[in-house]
Every structure is written in C-alpha cells, then in structure tokens.
C-alpha cells in the first residue's frame, strides 16, 4: 500500500463530480466551478489530479494583481484556474467546467473606459500625422 | 455543560468510578462463591474431577442439538449475540488500545468494516431476542424485569458505539460520551445482575463436569 | 485611506483592474470557505463594504496567535484586507507604547462607538487581576470597558476562545474566556493553538464583506471554518477504516502513512479547517506531518488526557480503580465467603434430620 493508493480512493469521488459537470455542461450548457482548496488532499493527491487532467490546447496567463494561469485541460471544457499573489504565492485554485472562464471575457465593467482609452489613442495618431 | 464537559467527565471520574465497582462486585462475588465451597462428595471417586471439569468448560460452547431443535430461535440468535458482542469487544482497534493501556497486554485488531458488519448482526440478534421473549408465552411468563433491562442496556452500548463511529449524533464527544456512558452504566450493574454469568458459567460448568467426571459419567 | 470610502473605490484607486478585483473575491471567497457560486455575491458586498474600526486586546497569552496571522499565506489579498479594516490598537503591533496607544484605544472606542470590532487573544485571569495587567488596567477592567461599545467580539486562539492553556489544570490564575464574562455582545469564537492563519483573516473578512456574524456552533465558532470534523476530512482515514495504524513514530505504519489514531490523535473529536487550509501557504498540516492531531481547537484540549494516548483510553490511568476494586473486593468477598461457609459448617453441625414421623404428623 502507498500513496497513490490512497490518492486513488480520495480522489475518486472529485473525478466523478468533475465528469458529471461535463456531461451536465454538454447537455444543458450548465457551468460549474470546483474550489481545489476546499479539499482535503493529502501528499500527492493534487499531482495525480493535474496528471490525470493532462495539458490541452489553450494555455493563457493574466496579469492583474499577480499572476493567474488559465489552462485547458486535456479535456476540452475542463479548465484549471490558478492565482497567484503579487509575491508568487498560490491564493487560489479552480477547476472550471465552462467553455470559457470567465476571467478570459473583457469584463463589461472596462470596456466603457477601453472606448475611450481608444479614442485618445486614435487621436493622438491622427495629431502625428497631421504633424 | 458543553458536548466536551461531558466527554471530560465520562472519560474521566465516571469511568474510574464504574470501573472499580465494576472490579470490585466481580471479584466479591465471585470470592463468595468459590470459599462458600461446595458440598463434600462422601462418595467413592470413579473417576478424576480436575480433567472432566474443564474440559466440560470448553465442551458446553458447542450448541447442545436438542436444544437447537427444540428451540432454535433464541439459541441461534443467542449465538449470534454473544459471538458478535465479543468480537466488537475485543477486535475493535480503539478497544484494543484501551485494553492495552490498562493491562499491558494486545493483539491484532480487525479492520473497521468487519467488526462494523458485525456490530449491526449483533444489534440485529438483539432486537430478535427481545420481540421473541416478548412473544413467546412460556419465556414472557418466565420474564422480569431485569431480562428487558439488561437487553436494552446490552443493546445501547452497541448502538451508542455504533452511532459514534459513524458521526451520526454530532458533535463527536457527545456521540463518544453517550457511549462511554452506556459502557459505564453497563460496568456497574454488571456484578449485581445475571450479567455475572460472564465469569459464573464457567464455574458452573466446572463444577458440574466436576461432579460428573467424580462419577464417571459425562457431563 | 479615507474612513468613508469602500473596499472596491480603494482598489480602484489602487490601480485593481476588475479582472484584479474578481481574483481579490475569488480569493477571498476561498479564503472564507464560501462555495464558488458565492464570488458574485461577495464581488457586490466587498464593492461597498464600509471600513470598520478594530481594536485588539492581548491578555494571558503568547502571541502565537499574532504570530500566526502575521505569516497568513496570502500577503497581497490578507494585505488588502488589513489595510482596509484600520487597525486602531493592537499591543504587539502598533508602534505607539504606553499612555499613547491607551489614548488609541480610547480615541478609537469614542470614535466609533457601538460599531468597532473587538479582537481578543489571551484569557483573563480573575483568581488575582494582578496577575495581568496592562498601563495598571487589570484585564477584567479593560475587556468589559472595551466591549461595552463593540459590535461584535472575535475571541482568537483557544485561550481567548476556551481559556485554553493557562485555563489547564490547575488553573492557578483562574483563567476565563471572553464568553465567561461577556454575556451581551455577539461573541465569535476563533479557537486554535494558534489558529490557521486563514481561518483568522476568512472571518475577519466575512465580518468585513458582509457585516455580518457568520453561523456559529454550540461553541460559537464559525460553522465554515468548524463544521468539519478532521477525522472525516482527513486522507488517512482509508487507512484508520482498513484498520492499519502506526504504532510509533517510526515504525513501517508511520513510514507508510498509516492511521495516527494509536498515537495519540485526537482528530475523531475535533472540528477544525487544517485539512483543508492547511498550514505554512498551504504546504502541509501535522497530520500529514505525520503527528496526531492533538485537538487545539476545542475546549479544554490540554486536560483531554496525555497527546499520545489513544483516544479510547481514559483520562485517568485505570490502576488505582483497578487496584481499589482488586483489594476490596477480593478482601469483603473472602471475608463475606467465609462468613457464609462458617454458618454452612455450623448449620451442618446442628442439623437435625427431619424424620418420616415427623412430616407425618406423629412425632
Ligand atoms: S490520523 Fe487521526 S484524524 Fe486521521 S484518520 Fe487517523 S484518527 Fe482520524
């Protein structure tokens, strides 16, 4: 008996969730969000996990106090959302079963000021062409 | 008082308490009757006591045919309680440590599920034998009070164990507690009811394959 | 940071992108157990949560409780969380020392009369005040005048929260908590020996978010953080239910992993977040460490018998009953045998057998 073997029990019921959620988000289009933190891993339950999940095709990074990593999973609809502090320090980390994570979307709240952000651009690029 | 007092106090006074009137009536009674000491035999010896006595001890565990086919209900399900009751007794690990921290003495324990398994045939036996003495006519006529008290008493130390195992009263040290206390209610009726025949049946066995063996018949 | 402006304008001002804020609620959500589903909800609450006051009091204790909140593991979050709740008094912390942080204290109490939160670490001692006391203010004093204009009451660490060590037998200062004195104010127990850290900032931050007191316990501990039963959340456990369990600390169970129920670990009777939360940034917990866990979360925990002993063994150690109960009732049993195999002996002698004639009525 060893690690894994335990790793394997505990972290049964997490995979079938995380299964349900996609057969749910295929079906209905219902998204779900599991907080990693919130379970209780022991030594090597998380590094089975992100094995088990693999890599996919999409991998972003956001910079917005600290890092964040948003990477698709070998399954496509199973994201991994990781945040980081300012200092490096791990603060949070999710599995989203959505189509797109939310923290990719420009948020409503900016695009107000990115119009108008633009907008100065655009006429300070005019300004040096008329120059 | 808190769920936590309440564990302090049944792991703590209470159990020192039960146990030595526990001790204390085990031993009294049974002083008791070993020095009372039984009739002489003025007979002639036709054959050895020492041998026949305790071989009869080990001889009587094995169900008697007559009575299984007389009455198999409450000899099955007798079985089948006191077998369980020891085995959650004695191959629960947690009991095991108790055991062990006060006698200095241990052995290997058995994986929870099993003796959880057994627990619930145990409770099951239980609950068949009280609703058969309540329906038999003959053994309800024979009954008194004691007979259903000490069922329920047995029965409470399995369930209130059982309930602790398995978190279903919340919090845990109240669970743990009620356990701890039916144990202890347990302990100090022990000596002063038929409990007792947890040590006598061996001396009764002894003496009557004693007296038996003395005449050389068997016993 | 202005008194009057809210969580979300001070971000903002920080130059927190609404991706930034999100995370901020993502985190803090985490951090205060909340479900995923809540981050929209604490988004909105923290966008206009207002900036309490709070005053810290240490009694009887050893800073470990500090300690542990200053080495929380998410300095950025933690930080915004701190740096928005102002932290009028704190007696480790703050730089001001004698006639001027107690001036502190009572700027901050008459300024925000009726609406501060009070924070409490240590018990109190009431066998002598002199026992502790602080600018010749005996602590008794200094909590009830304190929580008379308070909100609501944290009580960090077991010993503010249970009493906790100076409370363990035999108490030599009759230690007490906050809850044995403070009857008429909402009281949040946040027990440990320290706390985990982010149960600590997870409340503050629900009490900050929300402005609420969370749901408590029959020990008034927060049910997010104290609902869960370490022995039901922790990976041994497969191990406790296949029976297989380390007996040291170093033999081949220990190596492997196994159950730490022999060893002392009180985890079936605590209720505590390590297993999730974990402690050091997450890193490990002393279960996992490899130590019981020795139950410092719930009252009393230092008179629960020895850390090493199993939990099924008794408080007290069963010789004394056992010999009690060997000596006496060994001793009456002969003494009461005897006395009825005297009266077997003599009944025996003064027999007198009953004869035919007799039963038939002509002797
Ligand atoms: S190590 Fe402690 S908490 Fe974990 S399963 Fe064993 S007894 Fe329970």
């Not at chain 1, 959505?98 to 923290?103: C, E, K, S």
Request: net charge negative.
């Amino acid at each position: 008996m060893n690690t894994t073997d335990h790793a394997a029990v505990t972290l049964r019921p997490l995979l079938h969730e995380i299964h349900h959620a996609l057969q749910r988000l295929a079906q209905v289009g219902e998204e779900h969000t599991i907080d990693l933190e919130a379970l209780p891993f022991g030594p090597g339950d998380e590094a089975l996990l992100l094995e088990f999940l693999g890599s996919g095709e999409v991998a972003a990074q956001l910079h917005a106090l600290g890092e964040s990593r948003v990477l698709e999973s070998r399954f496509p609809g199973v994201w991994l959302v990781t945040h980081f502090s300012e200092e490096g320090v791990r603060l949070a980390q999710q599995l989203e079963i959505t189509r797109t994570p939310a923290l990719l979307r420009t948020p409503q709240e900016e695009l107000g000021v990115a119009v108008e952000q633009f907008a100065q651009a655009l006429r300070e690029q005019g300004g040096a062409d008329d120059v | 008082m808190t769920p936590m007092d309440f564990l302090q106090l049944v792991r703590g006074p209470l159990f020192d308490i039960a146990l030595t009137i526990f001790i204390f009536g085990v031993l009294l009674r049974l002083f008791e009757i070993i020095i009372l000491d039984r009739k002489r035999d003025l007979s002639e010896a036709r054959g050895g006591e020492f041998i026949a006595g305790s071989k009869t001890i080990f001889r009587r565990f094995k169900p008697d045919r007559e009575k299984l086919q007389h009455s198999p209900v409450p000899t099955i399900l007798g079985y089948i309680f006191h077998l369980g009751f020891f085995i959650c007794l004695l191959f629960f690990i947690p009991h095991i440590e108790l055991i062990h921290s006060a006698l200095g003495v241990s052995w290997p324990g058995l994986p929870n599920f099993l003796v959880d398994v057994v627990a619930l045939i145990t409770m099951g036996a239980l609950v068949g034998l009280f609703l058969y003495r309540l329906t038999n006519p003959l053994l309800r006529f024979l009954s008194s009070f004691q007979d259903y008290f000490l069922l329920v008493v047995v029965f409470l130390t399995l369930a209130t164990g059982y309930i602790a195992f398995h978190h279903i009263i919340e919090p845990y040290p109240l669970a743990l507690g009620l356990h701890l206390l039916s144990v202890e209610l347990l302990l100090v009726i022990f000596p002063f009811t038929k409990l007792m025949h947890t040590f006598t049946v061996f001396l009764g066995r002894y003496y009557n394959g004693a007296m038996a063996g003395r005449r050389g018949v068997q016993s | 940071m202005s008194a009057h402006i809210t969580l979300g304008e001070a971000l903002r001002r920080r130059g927190v992108s609404r991706r930034g804020f999100l995370k901020f609620c993502t985190a803090t959500a985490s951090m205060m157990a909340l479900p995923p589903t809540m981050v929209g909800a604490v988004a909105e609450a923290l966008e206009s949560a207002p900036r309490p006051s709070v005053i810290w009091l240490s009694f009887q204790e050893c800073t470990g409780c500090t300690e542990s909140l200053t080495r929380s593991h998410a300095p950025t979050v933690e930080g915004l969380i701190f740096d928005h709740i102002s932290l009028d008094y704190h007696h480790t912390l703050q730089a001001a020392s004698g006639d001027a942080a107690e001036e502190a204290r009572e700027e901050a109490m008459h300024a925000h009369w009726g609406n501060y939160l009070l924070v409490v670490d240590g018990s109190i001692p009431l066998a002598n005040p002199g026992y502790s006391t602080i600018a010749g203010m005996s602590n008794l004093d200094m909590l009830k005048e304190s929580a008379e204009g308070a909100a609501a009451i944290i009580a960090v660490g077991s010993c503010a929260a249970f009493g906790g060590l100076p409370k363990a037998k035999p108490n030599p200062t009759g230690a007490v908590s906050v809850a044995d004195i403070i009857k008429d104010k909402p009281i949040i127990n946040v027990p440990g020996c320290p706390p985990v850290p982010s149960v600590m900032t997870g409340v503050l931050a629900h009490y900050l978010t929300f402005g609420t007191i969370p749901e408590l316990d029959v020990y008034g501990r927060p049910k997010v953080f104290f609902g869960q039963n370490i022995h039901d959340r922790c990976y041994r456990r497969t191990f406790y239910d296949r029976g297989l369990f380390a007996k040291t600390f170093d033999d081949e169970g220990a190596r492997k992993g196994w159950c730490l129920y022999r060893l002392g670990c009180k985890g079936p009777t605590t209720y505590n977040a390590c297993a999730t939360m974990k402690w050091n940034q997450g890193a490990s917990w002393p279960i996992e460490a490899g130590h019981g866990c020795l139950g410092c979360s719930e009252p009393d925990f230092w008179d629960a018998g020895g850390f090493y002993r199993a939990l099924s063994i008794p408080i007290n150690d069963p010789a004394a009953a056992i010999g009690i109960g060997v000596v006496a009732g060994a001793a009456i049993g002969i003494a009461s045998g005897a006395m009825a195999h005297r009266k077997k002996v003599e009944a025996t002698h003064h027999r007198e057998p009953l004869k035919v004639e007799q039963l038939e009525g002509k002797a």
